[in-house]
């Protein structure tokens, strides 16, 4: 039998967390909202500030395995109003769907964490283990002041969570379908290859850069980096931008500037593809300088406790036999995954996200809560 809970209570502060107008980096007063239902049961919340973000960890109980919800309350900016069909913070009701800012990434996840564990405390408060919450206001912006503040801080106490569940909006076409089990890295280089400017009628008293960056381009863009794993595809690298040239068409630019990125799976290091690139560059002979800025390690959670009581959570109460998925952009679960070894995402359909008119099926927000409470309940009997 499915747990039964009130089908409007996630609803009810989904709509009301849409309401709080957090633009990254402002929670809006989504975290006091959280905190005051959550304290209600038993939580201890503490602030974890850093840099004008707003950050919250609440816990329920001391003893282990810790089981943490992990999200944030801040949301992209509207864009242009006139073009939503209503106030992109005011949610709205239509067709089965609640439209606002944020409706599925991720404040629908962030209520159905609050509704589930309510629920969850309510029928068995003498639960085993205990939970958490880890929420910031800095995940849509720079994200340098916001879960990575939290984890540093537990990691810096010796604190560490057992299994995490992150709330991004992961299905495709419908709620269960998809469950993100890691997150590949992003490593990113900006390349300076240098040579003599001149003039384009005396070539042979200027050393055209463009022209010996083009051999190395041609061998990046057809390196085999490695060849993923069951579940990474193979690691890829792409230009972003190329700008070289004075904006004169009679002059040879003394340097020209290429802004590459790597999307690498677990079977590489940022170490092996730097190496890999220096070799080319070297093979090449090519003046150059080159800059690295490392965004994200890759993650993976392979088959264990927390994926079998997802997947089992998920057929229960929509009768969807969840995929495992790494694809996509990075998330804040790099950093928690530096302190849990068992994380995943599981959220709503990811269909309208960041887009004009965001919305949630209204139908799958009790049904969310109810597969985060049946995890609880596995993981904490």
Known sequence: MKNQMPSDATL?????????????????GCMSIIGKRLQRIGFE??????????????????ASPLFCFAGHTDVVPSGPLAQWTSDPFQ??????????????DMKASL????????AFVAAR??????IAFLLTSDEEGDAVDGTVAVT??????????????????????????????????????????????GHIAYPHLAKNPIHCAAPVIAELAVSVWDQGNEFFPPTTWQISNIHGGTGAGNVIPGHVEIDFNFRFATVSTPEELKAKVGDI?????????????????????????????????????????????TSGGTSDGRFIADICPQLIEI??????????DECVEIAALPQLSAIYRRILEQLLP
Do not use: M
Not at 12 to 28: K, Y
Not at 45 to 62: K, P, Q, Y
Not at 300 to 307: E, F, H, S, W
Not at 347 to 356: C, E, F, L, R, T
């Open 12 to 28: 009810r502060l989904t709509e009301q967390l849409i309401a709080c107008r957090s633009v990254t980096p402002d929670d809006g």
């Open 45 to 62: 919340c503490e602030t974890i500030n850093r840099g004008g973000v707003s950050n919250l960890w609440a816990r329920r109980g001391i």
């Open 91 to 104: 949610p709205s009701q239509r067709d089965g769907f609640l439209f606002g800012r944020g409706a599925a």
């Open 111 to 118: 209520a159905a964490f609050v509704t589930a564990s309510e």
């Open 125 to 130: 408060p003498q639960h085993s283990g205990s």
């Open 152 to 197: 540093e801080a537990l990691a810096a106490r010796g604190e560490t969570i057992d299994f995490c569940i992150v709330g991004e909006p992961t299905a495709v076409t419908r709620l269960g379908d998809t469950i993100k089990n890691g997150r590949r890295g992003s490593l990113s280089g900006k390349l300076t290859v240098r040579g003599v400017q």
């Open 281 to 325: 560059l070297a093979r090449h002979g090519v003046d150059y300088e080159l800059v690295w800025t490392l965004g994200a390690r890759p993650f993976l959670t392979g088959r264990g406790a927390l994926v079998d009581a997802s997947r089992a959570a998920i057929r229960a109460e929509t009768g969807v036999e969840a995929e495992l998925s």
């Open 347 to 356: 959220g709503p359909v990811n269909a309208s996200i960041h887009k004009i």
